[in-house]
């Protein structure tokens, strides 16, 4: 059972540089969504899809972007990377949205120096 | 803005003892659940809850929904070192959004 795969697990960036991390499930999910994770700060909501071709903005979207194309794929991509972007990312998907159990990726480390 | 409080931040203790950890909002959701992150890893669901007022029991996790859906509690009996990790609190309502709580980390010391 794959479930969420998220790529890399760990990335260095250097300011300015833009980088696109992966998520992809095979649950059939329609709901997909990424957060971002901080000491202290819990999980925040960047960006969601609700299906194929729709989506939306989280908590936290600036300085990211995310398409969805297909109901497996949800790509965040880093535009200009800023060191106050270094955290932990996790991708969830979940089969409806609320009362429905979120499934999480095993996260992707981030460094922007 | 974060929407779900958690109480304690941080929460050492021997095995064997009781706790309580507290999750609180000013806003009303349609279910909340709690989660459990260890190192390395992803949240994983530990339970749901969605009617006012209900308990739900998960072995020696006790887990409780406010009467006015604003908030829930997390009772652990008899804690063993097995349930150290990171617990997550999330709400979520008719706007497509989960909201996570700032989460509690249990530290159970054999």
């Known amino acids: 059972n794959a479930g969420v795969t998220q790529t890399p697990k760990f990335q260095v960036l250097k300011t300015g540089q833009s980088m696109t991390l992966q998520c992809a499930q095979d649950m059939n999910h329609e709901y997909m969504s990424w957060y971002r994770q901080d000491p202290g700060m819990g999980l925040r909501l960047i960006h969601y899809s609700v299906g194929a071709g729709i989506t939306d903005q989280g908590e936290v979207p600036n300085g990211y972007n995310v398409s969805r194309s297909t109901t497996e794929d949800f790509p965040l991509r880093l535009l200009s990377a800023a060191p106050s972007q270094t955290s932990v990312y996790f991708c969830?998907?979940?089969?409806?949205?609320?009362?429905?159990?979120?499934?999480f990726g095993e996260g992707s480390r981030l460094t922007v120096l | 803005t974060q929407l779900l409080e958690q109480s304690p931040q941080f929460l050492s203790i021997q095995e064997g003892e009781n706790l309580t950890v507290y999750c609180n909002s000013s806003s009303v959701f349609s279910s909340l659940q709690w989660y459990r992150q260890e190192p390395g890893e992803g949240p994983v669901l530990l339970v749901t809850v969605v009617t006012g007022g209900e308990v739900k029991k998960l072995k020696r996790l006790t887990f409780q929904f406010g009467d006015a859906r604003k908030d829930s509690s997390l009772h652990i009996t008899a804690a063993q070192p097995g349930d150290t990790g990171l617990y997550l609190c999330?709400?979520?309502?008719?706007?497509?959004?989960?909201?996570f709580g700032t989460g509690t980390s249990l530290t159970v010391i054999p």
């Open positions: 969830a998907s979940s089969i409806w949205v609320n009362t429905g159990e979120l499934f």
């Open positions: 999330a709400g979520s309502n008719t706007g497509n959004q989960f909201y």
